[in-house]
């Protein structure tokens, strides 16, 4: 089986600061992972995933990831935080033969303060 | 390229009642999910449908139910509405081109409240 942990169901920052936002997983088999986000009264929205190639994943809006196999990790992080990137952030896994089972974290709210 | 498309929005219903949720994909895509999402259970897998058979399934009583048609839109059904169904039910759409897994798509999704 497996599941994700999103350590902190709320995060708050300053405008410009570091944003870091964690995910541990447990996956008896190599994982697909993903990060989405929601903005209020809408659907999921594609941030980055890791699909076994390289560990540092870039993704849009100046987001980033790196998968860390010894630490089961697979945190968010992005350098400067806008006051546009508050909104609900989900970590999810599957695996290469997992289909389109996608299995979810509780979430993470980031709220970012002026 | 259009997103994908869910209708309705916005549901009312009744316990006792059923529900059917509409779904539209990404065009050219074949592989739709389902997943429901509410505050104390978070985001859960429902079914997923390719070339309009069921080949995922996930934890949930068969008063939920799904199909997928020829041109790929899915239909989920849910009999029996209890107030605990009361969720978003969120459509995903992929290409699904391999056995294995493809990047999803979300729909706004359609937010179902049972009174």
């Known amino acids: 089986a497996q599941s994700v942990t999103q350590l902190g169901s709320h995060v708050s920052v300053s405008e410009g600061a570091l944003v870091l936002l964690r995910c541990n997983y447990s996956?008896?088999?190599?994982?697909?992972l993903f990060w989405y986000v929601q903005y209020p009264n809408q659907g999921l929205q594609l941030l980055l995933k890791?699909?076994?190639?390289?560990?540092l994943v870039k993704g849009i809006n100046g987001f980033e990831a790196e998968f860390k196999k010894s630490e089961t990790s697979f945190h968010l992080t992005k350098p400067s935080a806008h006051m546009s990137d508050a909104a609900e952030y989900f970590c999810a896994v599957t695996s290469p033969k997992g289909g389109n089972k996608l299995v979810f974290g509780a979430g993470t709210i980031l709220r970012v303060k002026s | 390229k259009a997103g994908v498309t869910q209708t309705p929005r916005y549901l009312i219903k009744t316990r006792g009642q059923q529900v059917t949720l509409s779904c539209s994909p990404i065009?050219?895509?074949?592989?739709v999910s389902w997943y429901q999402q509410t505050p104390g259970q978070g985001l859960q897998f429902l079914f997923e449908y390719f070339s309009e058979t069921q080949r995922n399934k996930g934890n949930f009583p068969g008063r939920f139910s799904g199909r997928q048609f020829s041109n790929s839109r899915s239909e989920m059904n849910v009999s029996t509405l209890e107030l605990g169904d009361s969720a978003l039910y969120l459509c995903?759409?992929?290409?699904?081109?391999?056995?294995?897994?493809?990047?999803?798509?979300f729909g706004p999704g359609t937010r179902l409240t049972v009174l």
């Open positions: 995903a759409s992929s290409p699904r081109t391999s056995g294995g897994t493809d990047t999803q798509y």
């Open positions: 065009s050219g895509h074949r592989s």
């Open positions: 996956s008896s088999v190599p994982p697909y």
């Open positions: 890791y699909t076994s190639a390289a560990t």
